[in-house]
């Protein structure tokens, strides 16, 4: 269920060593492959949050390994606009990667301009289901469904029945991930007092790639009494873990398997599990359906039925906590079984 990240390197963004002949179209008439190689876009933080980006990262060196394809992988910049994304998918398109993805909602009016353009050139989209096109790929996840099973484990894990919430931005996307984990928490103790903070109005201000803005957060929480925080924040998310760390109370990380991210292994101690999402399993997944000549199109939904998102139990504090562990383990099925229908507002 988890994706491993592969501790990244100090590289750039350029196509990797084993390119092939760029092509416009998915596949010759022979069925093989026949395009230049897979095209990925980051979403705001880019590359190294050990999180949502990095995750995408996983499944695309993965896909890479597992076909022999090459690939191309762009950063984004400060203060972008919708036409910078456009041009940098237009780009990625023209040189003959597919599939070509964008990684986060924000790509959303880029991916539905561009993929009209190149009709034999695959394009996903991840976190945005509002793109119908024959050619583009919605994939989308239950994430209320893995913060569910976050605020369970919050709830059982807290001495004072005092836990938190950091959303990195306030959009109905993160309203999801605060929605699932305060009905986990409050179905393990009604009366739990959650604090809840969104870092910014929009992702133009940082909410997703400022870890000061989450370490201020986080102090504040900590201060008013929380001893458990789940932060959905993508690169801001490490200044949550920071703090939480440094004030020796529980952090429960989001996307990835935050607890082991090398580039948090001094924090790990405190992180109880993470709130996860495969969004690595979902970027190779489109590259699989490419590669085969039979590409994914419409909205593709993860969720804790098919391994889509889950709970990362790796740290072995956790599993030591059997009466935690217990409980999330049984909230899992509830939810699978449709004993429990996880709210998303």
């Given at each position: 269920?988890?994706?491993?990240?592969i501790?990244l390197?100090?590289?750039?963004?350029?196509?990797?060593?084993?390119?092939?002949?760029?092509?416009?179209?998915?596949?010759?008439?022979?069925g093989?492959?026949?395009?230049?190689?897979?095209?990925?876009?980051?979403d705001?933080?880019?590359?190294?949050?050990?999180?949502?980006n990095d995750?995408?990262?996983?499944?695309?060196?993965?896909?890479?390994?597992?076909?022999?394809?090459s690939?191309?992988?762009?950063?984004?910049?400060?203060?972008?606009?919708?036409?910078?994304?456009i041009?940098?998918l237009?780009?990625?398109?023209?040189?003959?990667?597919?599939?070509?993805?964008?990684?986060?909602?924000?790509?959303?009016?880029?991916?539905?301009e561009?993929?009209?353009?190149?009709?034999?050139?695959?394009?996903?989209?991840?976190?945005?289901?509002?793109?119908?096109?024959k050619?583009?790929?919605?994939?989308?996840?239950?994430e209320?469904?893995?913060s569910y099973l976050?605020?369970?484990?919050?709830?059982?894990?807290?001495k004072?029945?005092?836990?938190?919430?950091?959303?990195g931005v306030d959009?109905?996307?993160?309203?999801?991930f605060?929605?699932?984990?305060?009905?986990?928490?409050?179905?393990?103790?009604?009366?739990?007092?959650?604090?809840?903070?969104?870092l910014?109005?929009?992702?133009?201000?940082?909410?997703?790639?400022?870890p000061?803005?989450?370490?201020d957060?986080a102090s504040?929480?900590i201060?008013?009494?929380?001893?458990?925080?789940?932060?959905?924040a993508?690169l801001?998310g490490?200044?949550v873990?920071?703090?939480?760390?440094?004030?020796?109370?529980w952090?429960?990380?989001?996307?990835?398997?935050q607890?082991?991210?090398?580039?948090?292994?001094?924090?790990?101690?405190f992180i109880?599990?993470?709130?996860l999402?495969?969004?690595g399993?979902?970027?190779?997944?489109?590259?699989?359906?490419?590669?085969?000549?039979?590409?994914?199109?419409?909205?593709?939904?993860?969720?804790?039925?098919?391994?889509?998102?889950?709970?990362?139990?790796?740290?072995?504090?956790?599993?030591?906590?059997?009466?935690?562990?217990a409980?999330?383990?049984?909230?899992?099925?509830?939810?699978?079984?449709?004993?429990?229908?996880?709210?998303?507002k």
């Open positions: 269920m988890a994706v491993a990240v501790a390197a100090a590289t750039g963004c350029g196509e990797s060593s084993t390119g092939s002949k760029a092509n416009d179209s998915a596949s010759s008439s022979s093989k492959y026949s395009g230049k190689g897979i095209g990925l876009a980051y705001i933080g880019g590359k190294g949050d050990q999180s949502f995750a995408a990262y996983a499944g695309f060196q993965k896909a890479e390994k597992e076909f022999g394809i690939g191309r992988d762009v950063e984004p910049q400060d203060n972008e606009t919708d036409a910078d994304k041009q940098r237009t780009q990625l398109a023209q040189a003959g990667y597919n599939p070509v993805i964008g990684v986060g909602f924000v790509y959303g009016p880029a991916v539905k561009v993929a009209a353009k190149f009709p034999n050139t695959t394009f996903g989209i991840i976190d945005d289901e509002s793109v119908q096109a050619n583009v790929a919605d994939m989308v996840f239950h209320e469904q893995a976050a605020g369970v484990a919050a709830a059982k894990a807290s004072k029945a005092h836990i938190g919430f950091i959303g959009i109905p996307l993160i309203h999801k605060e929605a699932g984990y305060v009905q986990g928490a409050k179905s393990v103790n009604p009366s739990i007092k959650v604090e809840s903070q969104y910014t109005e929009t992702p133009q201000e940082g909410g997703f790639s400022s000061d803005k989450g370490k957060a504040g929480q201060e008013a009494g929380a001893d458990v925080l789940y932060a959905a993508g801001s490490q200044g873990i920071s703090e939480g760390a440094a004030k020796k109370v952090v429960i990380g989001v996307d990835s398997d607890y082991n991210q090398s580039a948090l292994a001094t924090y790990k101690d109880l599990g993470s709130a999402k495969n969004v399993g979902a970027v190779y997944d489109l590259v699989k359906s490419v590669h085969e000549g039979k590409p994914l199109s419409g909205v593709v939904r993860g969720s804790l039925s098919n391994d889509g998102v889950g709970f990362a139990d790796s740290n072995p504090k956790y599993k030591a906590m059997t009466d935690v562990v409980a999330v383990d049984k909230a899992k099925q509830d939810i699978i079984d449709g004993k429990v229908t996880v709210n998303t």
